[in-house]
């Protein structure tokens, strides 16, 4: 009987345990709304901590995140330990998605309250103990006006994105239709601008933190093909708080952007950097001339990057006497640090802390990744290759060359 007893104890502690780390991993929302309609469905988004977000689904009760009689409660398990930042949407009718959504900030274990009114999520109240959202509410409370324009403007674009495609029309109709869906397109980005440049403005009197340069950083990577547009408000900003961004981890980043790399061309001298590896030591390009240079622009949440590395390391292995491959990680210098997938590469794995859009990235335009450029040995910018170059052989043609 004492065994019994014993073994009962043992049980009902081993669960007690596993329930608490279970509700560690999870973040709870409770919403009060008015003028939702009933039965809409709420989300969440987390973001994994290396720069990007991801969904996972819930294998949770069906009226999770459903409102009932104006209220709902959404029970979301985390999937990342680092993740804080959660987006709350909706993919119900008359909603668009992510891209009208309500961020806040809290810890894995937490209650988040939540009030709002309509389907302007953006301006919605939240209640959380994280200290990033008394950051962030004050940058929402001074741009409210412009965060309704922006998200009414998205709305407005979806509604009517999907008349087009519900509606059957002659083909004069489906042009013209066609011209104010692009007007539309139009208003939208003008209004996400004007939103930015509104909390750019505010962002000139609130201290620099990490949580502000989050958000800078968000913004200046929104801006890297609209560059015109948001240039001088950014660099307003770079020039009153220099001193401060400079010794942040992110600075260079965006000093860089303030200040860009001259751009690479075809066929001219390569565009060099100073690269650091993980021990700090500095490398540059120019250290590699007399063989061909492999620049492998990657990041820790890129799939199609890491699938690439077995290959690249068979080609690397194969023309050793005449390649030599340079990994660069747009990555946050921690993040590229603690990368598990660090010990996939076993050639040269360096960073610049420029980011996706400054430093050496910007100079060779990459906006999007996997990218590559080919430097010759002579260090002219050779070629530009994708992915499939890597695997089709195109490569091992200029190698052989």
Request: charged share 25%; aromatic share 12%; glycine share 6%.
């Amino acid at each position: 009987m004492k065994t019994l007893h014993l073994r009962t104890i043992i049980t009902a502690l081993l669960w007690g345990t596993l329930s608490t780390l279970h509700a560690q991993q999870h973040v709870v929302v409770i919403g009060k709304v008015q003028n939702i309609q009933e039965g809409t469905v709420f989300e969440l988004e987390e973001t994994t901590g290396t720069g990007s977000s991801k969904l996972h689904s819930k294998n949770t009760p069906i009226d999770n995140g459903k409102v009932i009689n104006g209220r709902f409660v959404l029970d979301y398990n985390c999937m990342h330990p680092t993740s804080r930042h959660f987006a709350l949407y909706s993919d119900s009718p008359g909603f668009t998605g992510r891209h009208v959504k309500l961020d806040f900030w809290a810890n894995q274990g937490d209650t988040v309250y939540v009030e709002g009114n309509g389907k302007i999520l953006g301006n919605w109240k939240v209640q959380t103990k994280a200290p990033e959202q008394i950051e962030w509410d004050l940058i929402r409370k001074a741009t409210a006006r412009e965060c309704e324009a922006y998200q009414q403007a998205w709305m407005d674009y979806e509604a009517y994105r999907q008349y087009r495609r519900d509606t059957e029309m002659s083909e004069a109709e489906w042009d013209r239709t066609k011209a104010i869906l692009a007007q539309k397109d139009t208003l939208r980005t003008k209004n996400r601008l004007l939103w930015y440049k509104a909390q750019l403005k505010v962002m000139k009197e609130l201290p620099v933190t990490n949580f502000w340069m989050d958000q800078l950083t968000t913004i200046i990577y929104f801006a890297s093909n609209r560059r015109d547009m948001l240039e001088e408000s950014i660099k307003e900003l770079y020039l009153k708080h220099s001193d401060k961004i400079d010794r942040k981890p992110d600075g260079k980043a965006v000093r860089e952007w303030v200040y860009p790399y001259p751009k690479a061309e075809l066929g001219k001298p390569c565009v060099d950097s100073d690269l650091f590896d993980v021990n700090g030591k500095k490398h540059r390009l120019t250290d590699f001339r007399g063989k061909y240079v492999l620049l492998d622009f990657w990041a820790n949440n890129c799939g199609a990057c890491i699938d690439a590395f077995p290959e690249i390391g068979k080609i690397q292995e194969k023309y050793a006497d005449r390649l030599t491959v340079v990994s660069i990680s747009l990555d946050k210098v921690d993040t590229w640090k603690n990368s598990r997938h660090q010990k996939a590469i076993t050639w040269y794995s360096l960073n610049d802390g420029g980011g996706y859009w400054g430093g050496i990235a910007g100079s060779y335009k990459v906006w999007s990744i996997p990218a590559f450029v080919l430097i010759a040995p002579d260090g002219t910018y050779h070629a530009r290759l994708t992915s499939a170059d890597i695997y089709n052989g195109k490569l091992e043609e200029y190698l052989k060359k």
